[in-house]
């Protein structure tokens, strides 16, 4: 029997090699103002850049560009709303990384708002955002978050008593995403390795919450086999358009899987970390992937209770591994050893040598939620997935 479910609405979505040449042909549809919203170097610094300025100068469009080049904070969304008060800005276009995408996201939903975006955070404001916005188009140029297909736009601020949240609504999904991987094809590799950590973690998440259906697990199961054919490759030949191609998908997948099925404790932590320490989302994803799946399974077999979740293991060990015939418990395990070599291979760095101390344990696991994960965890399972890693 198909289990109820409610689904979010897609951006309307242009795959492939080269679609990036639609870009200027939404804009001038839109109107005759766009904000262009983009990292440092990520694509200002490329020929499509130029073929976008000149397109769009040739169409009479007004272009305003706004740098991005960290992850946002409330105080860069309302600097920026603040830079261009008082212009016409038809149509947003974020091209970047998920940080980029993200400031977009925030920006096209403040821009005609006298409140500081704060306001409207979860879990930090106390408004409620109507969902109103100016148009957006999300174009990344990493393969990592998703953020193309999600309705949520994350901001922190990094401090003793920082935070991590959302700003989010339905209406909030970007209205196009252009997913061309071509745009991938310049990110460093510390870039692929925690962006593909990140997106296989949201892929996993999702499959193994308690929010997870048939029709996300379909889109799961997809992402994770261009997974298994794509994330190594593409760490090992970032020139490697196939693979660069099969991660963009993957990417693609995974936003939409967790804006319908949700995230589990790995990205507990990212969140609380992430407003206590200026470390990249993807690294804090990649580096407790391993431990954080390992307790898991411990507890779940302990406990008997979700026997789908372990059967779901099993499903991932028989993905990843080029094995068959073996029992559950072969498969299970198998998985959990794949990620602790990708944590070896992509050589990602533990949390002391990213700035966590042993006494600062116990505040991230305070702020840590593991909803949506296949079972609830302890704080002493908490603190032992850190130490783990620390």
């Given at each position: ?20 040449s639609i870009?200027?042909e ?5 109107g005759?103002s ?5 990292g440092k170097?990520?694509?200002i ?6 073929k ?6 040739t ?9 991005i ?6 105080t860069?969304?309302d600097?920026?709303v ?12 974020g ?7 993200d ?6 939903a403040m821009?005609?708002k006298n409140?500081?975006v704060k306001s409207?955070l ?18 990344p140029?990493t ?10 736009a ?5 401090n003793?008593?920082g935070?991590?949240k959302?700003?989010r609504?339905?209406n909030l999904?970007?209205?196009i ?8 094809i310049?990110?460093?590799?510390n ?6 950590m990140?997106c ?7 499959y193994?919450s308690d ?14 086999k ?5 994330l ?9 358009i196939d ?8 990417a ?10 949700g995230?589990?404790?790995v ?9 206590l320490?200026n470390?990249?989302h993807g690294?804090?994803c990649?580096?407790?992937m391993?431990?954080?799946?390992e307790?898991?399974v ?9 026997k ?10 028989k993905?990843f ?5 073996k029992s ?6 198998g998985?959990?050893q794949?990620?602790?070599?990708l ?7 533990g ?11 116990n505040?991230i696991?305070?702020?840590t939620e593991?909803?949506?994960?296949p ?6 399972n908490?603190?032992?997935i ?5």
């Amino acid at each position: 029997m198909v289990k109820p479910f409610n689904f979010s609405r897609l951006p309307v979505i242009y795959f492939g090699v080269g679609k990036i040449s639609i870009l200027p042909e939404i804009i001038v549809s839109t109107g005759k103002s766009v904000l262009l919203v983009t990292g440092k170097k990520s694509f200002i610094e490329t020929d499509d850049y130029q073929k976008l300025l000149r397109s769009l100068n040739t169409a009479g469009i007004e272009s305003i560009n706004i740098v991005i080049d960290r992850e946002p904070s409330p105080t860069d969304i309302d600097n920026a709303v603040n830079l261009i008060s008082g212009r016409s800005v038809d149509i947003v276009a974020g091209i970047g990384g998920g940080s980029v995408m993200d400031a977009g996201k925030a920006i096209s939903a403040m821009l005609y708002k006298n409140e500081s975006v704060k306001s409207y955070l979860e879990g930090v404001g106390d408004k409620v955002h109507p969902g109103t916005k100016v148009p957006f188009v999300a174009v990344p140029t990493t393969a990592g978050t998703g953020s193309e297909a999600t309705k949520n736009a994350v901001l922190s601020e990094v401090n003793e008593n920082g935070f991590k949240k959302s700003l989010r609504h339905e209406n909030l999904v970007p209205d196009i995403a252009i997913v061309d991987p071509l745009l991938t094809i310049n990110c460093p590799v510390n870039i692929i390795a925690a962006g593909g950590m990140d997106c296989f973690t949201q892929l996993t998440e999702a499959y193994l919450s308690d929010k997870a259906n048939e029709f996300t697990d379909a889109y799961a199961l997809a992402g994770l086999k261009a997974v298994r054919e794509s994330l190594r490759e593409s760490f090992l030949d970032p020139t490697n358009i196939d693979a660069r191609t099969g991660m963009s998908f993957a990417a693609l997948t995974s936003g939409i899987c967790i804006a319908n099925a949700g995230l589990g404790v790995v990205h507990g932590f990212a969140s609380s970390i992430g407003g206590l320490f200026n470390i990249p989302h993807g690294v804090v994803c990649g580096t407790l992937m391993a431990p954080s799946n390992e307790i898991n399974v411990r507890e779940l077999r302990r406990n008997k209770r979700n026997k789908v979740a372990l059967m779901k293991y099993v499903s991932l060990g028989k993905l990843f591994m080029n094995e068959r015939g073996k029992s559950n418990d072969f498969y299970i395990d198998g998985f959990i050893q794949y990620l602790y070599q990708l944590t070896i291979d992509f050589q990602l760095p533990g949390l002391k040598k990213l700035g966590v101390k042993e006494k600062d344990l116990n505040k991230i696991c305070e702020r840590t939620e593991d909803k949506n994960n296949p079972i609830t965890l302890s704080s002493e399972n908490l603190i032992e997935i850190l130490s783990g890693r620390l």
